[in-house]
């Protein structure tokens, strides 16, 4: 069986529903529109890109964002914005830093801001939930792998959701010396998917978010 490809987002879609995951990532019949929350969170996004990456000042309507902004513009070191990531599996367990684009790779994503100083990094995702009531760190977790992979001098990275609205921070540090272990948090969700895939058996699970859900065709869909 080929080598699965995942991110965060796309994991988190199949411990969301297994069904949802087939049509959306193996069967691709359907796709996931925007929504409201959506176009919104790609504008924050860009606003935070423009302002830390070029100057550009940060519309009105999203002003509440700027005191937090302008202490990430703040910390010395050199700033990416955007930057993706990628690692490749290895056999017996090693992993190597590649493109984003990678036909091979195993693992990829986007981190929203990284400042690099020395052996030290900032890593920042940017939320536009309404609180951290739900915060997920494994996100951060992968996003460090990729870091520690794709610049091997790093020894410590600070990481943080940064949760714009309800201005809340959900920190975290991960060290170089314990890379693989982040990595191997996710090895549960991702054999439940592998054996998914083999047996192609792809079982709907309910939730409260089934009437949002684009596969209209599923028992559970009632919206």
């Not at 959306?24 to 890109?49: N, R, W």
């Not at 990481?159 to 272990?181: D, H, M, P, W």
Request: with cysteine; aromatic share 12%; proline share 4%.
């Amino acid at each position: 069986m080929k080598e699965i490809n995942w991110s965060y987002s796309s994991l988190k879609t199949f411990q969301q529903c297994p069904k949802k995951y087939y049509h959306l990532k193996i069967a691709k019949d359907i796709k996931q529109s925007d929504t409201t929350a959506t176009i919104y969170g790609k504008e924050v996004h860009k606003a935070a890109e423009d302002f830390i990456k070029d100057g550009t000042p940060i519309p009105e309507k999203y002003s509440y964002m700027r005191p937090i902004l302008e202490s990430l513009n703040n910390i010395e070191g050199d700033k990416y914005c955007e930057m993706e990531l990628g690692i490749r599996k290895l056999d017996k367990g090693k992993y190597v830093s590649c493109s984003f684009t990678d036909p091979n790779y195993w693992w990829r994503g986007i981190a929203d801001l990284v400042i690099i100083n020395g052996d030290e990094a900032h890593l920042v995702d940017y939320k536009t939930s309404k609180n951290a009531k739900y915060a997920d760190t494994k996100q951060l977790d992968a996003l460090a792998s990729g870091l520690f992979l794709k610049f091997p001098d790093l020894k410590v990275i600070k990481s943080a959701l940064l949760f714009v609205v309800s201005n809340e921070i959900v920190k975290k540090k991960q060290e170089y010396l314990f890379r693989s272990a982040y990595l191997a948090k996710f090895e549960p969700d991702l054999e439940r998917l592998e054996m998914a895939i083999k047996t192609n058996v792809w079982n709907p699970s309910t939730s409260p978010l089934c009437g949002f859900c684009p596969v209209k065709t599923c028992v559970h869909n009632k919206g």
